[in-house]
């Protein structure tokens, strides 16, 4: 049963500044400290280069709660944030805030271009600076979680980011361009004594090579309830010759809205994505293309694992041996493990050797020695794949409520084309005739339009309103339908029908007076625009409310 929305609110924890602060000067006296205290106000700007003739110079003299505010420019710097809760930030963007760690300023126990060693947390924040050229790494955190955001770390000698024993929040940065040995964009690493908890989203990882992978991304710890959420990420374009192309973990891993594309490896390596033994793995509204392979071109699943595969895309994935969409990997003396695949769309996979789906197919397929593995697959498209679909010797399989091409036995399967979009250009959304609509299994939540779920990883919109929509023409018109709500509400005019429509500021009230001035206020002096599903695009509302609708139209 599909019990996951897109579109709720992920909890993340707004940061703030720390509220205290305490100025220790050990060789100065009482006098002194007195004075520097009260010259200073608590969380100045400091500016540079214009008051502090270096990025480090203001990391050494600022105090907590500061922020730094870097002007455009080259600064041939390697920095050390001494453990300290201040704010680095660029006044005017990456592009022209360039941190170069080249020349090792610091001396050669310094070869990263921004060091965060000592107990950096949260309250610690690299804000808007493009980070290249160092000597080990771009960004290096052992023992510290601080918070990196919009930057983007190219080119530097090992690693983009580098993390030891740490929870760092990573958001809007782009990293890409390096070559390593292992774990060349992002490598997080822990220990068997302390949990972490990585929070990745809205981060493009593209571009990075290594030879012993992964190239994109790599999780590892020791402790098993380390946690991973990677969220609107993107990883593509990476190469991890004989390891993993784009990421690897074997910490319980979530992933949400992800893409995962033209990641490769060699014959002996994994194409998009592989999670090891010990791990849960939760992969919900992500995309898996055109990622190559030896073993397992899309994913690949490890061992004792429990996996949950919810509305997921997989398309041109390509396997040189077994397991081009999903690989399930096995072992000697391993316990059964289990992947549920629910609401996901297979297309265009290949297994040159195998199966889809398993470790010979071209959709699932065990490489390797058997496995013992749970596999079911619900709601779900297979067409168009490449070679057999399902290898599994030695494990149990069970379709239900699936399009399979070539048919499967199993209860509400069908063998008929979905009718997809355009299936040659990759839109998998489904046309109106598609037999997949209202399709999927009848006791499942309904989808969003309130209609029986359909089979694959796009449901069809069949129902849906028009923000602002009141008097039921089909159209949005500010000034008749302002109307239409004063006359129901002052008037004892005809209720709407659809009151989630006539909520025009979508603040889950309806108030006929402030919705019908929002509407006039849009449409005559420039004001916002009523929030989605309109005006002017018919759909379903995301915004969690009690309102709903008698009746909704059509969307064509």
Known sequence: MREFCRHHNHGWQTLSPNQGRTIAVVTCSLIACLSITSSRAWGDTLLVPEEYG????ALDLAVD?????????????????????????????????????????????????????????????????????????GIRCEGSSPTILDSVIEANADSGVWLVDSSSLLDGNVIYNHT??????????????????LHMRNCVVSGNVADFGPAGVGLYSLHVES???????????????IGVGGLAADVSTTMVGCTIANNSSDFLGFGGVAFEALASLLLFDCSFESNEGG?????????????EVVECVFRNNVSW??????????????????????????????????????????????????????????????WDNDGPLFDLPDGELTVEYSDVEGSYAGTGNIDLDPLFVDLEQGDLHLTAESPCIDAGDPEDPPDL???VADMGAYFYMQFGFLRGEVDGNGTVNALL?????????????????????????????????????????????????????????CGVDYTEDELDCAQMLECE
């Open 54 to 57: 270096s990025i480090q110079a």
């Open 65 to 137: 709660g500061d922020l730094i505010l870097v002007a455009p420019g080259e600064y041939f710097e390697n920095l050390d944030f001494l453990g300290k809760p201040v704010t680095l930030k660029s006044a005017e963007g990456a592009e022209l805030t360039i941190i170069n760690g080249s020349e090792g300023s610091q001396g050669p126990d310094y070869p990263d271009a921004v060091l965060c060693d000592s107990g950096e947390g949260p309250d610690t924040v690299l804000d808007g600076f493009t980070i290249t050229s160092a000597l080990r790494s």
């Open 180 to 197: 390593n040995f292992v774990g060349s964009a992002v490598f997080v690493d822990g220990n068997i004594d302390e949990a972490y908890s």
């Open 227 to 241: 946690t991973v959420l990677l969220e609107d990420c993107v990883i593509e374009d990476n190469y991890g010759s």
């Open 295 to 307: 073993l397992g071109g899309g994913i690949a699943i490890g061992e004792n694992m429990t996996c």
């Open 321 to 382: 041996n077994r397991g081009g969409a999903i690989a399930v990997l096995g072992g000697p003396e391993i316990g059964i493990g289990s992947a549920y695949i629910d609401g996901c769309t297979f297309a265009g996979n290949e297994a040159e050797s195998g199966s889809v789906i398993g470790g010979g197919p071209a959709v699932v397929g065990v490489p390797g020695l058997p496995a013992e593995f749970i596999v079911e697959i619900r709601n779900s498209i297979l």
């Open 449 to 451: 339009d309130g209609t």
């Open 481 to 537: 339908d302002a109307i239409a709500l004063l006359a129901w509400q002052f008037g004892g005019g005809e209720a709407p029908s659809c009151m989630d429509a006539a909520d025009a500021d979508d603040n889950g009230v309806v108030n006929a007076l402030l919705d019908a001035l929002y509407l006039l206020h849009w449409n005559f002096l420039g004001g916002s625009s009523p929030p989605d599903p309109g005006p002017a695009t």
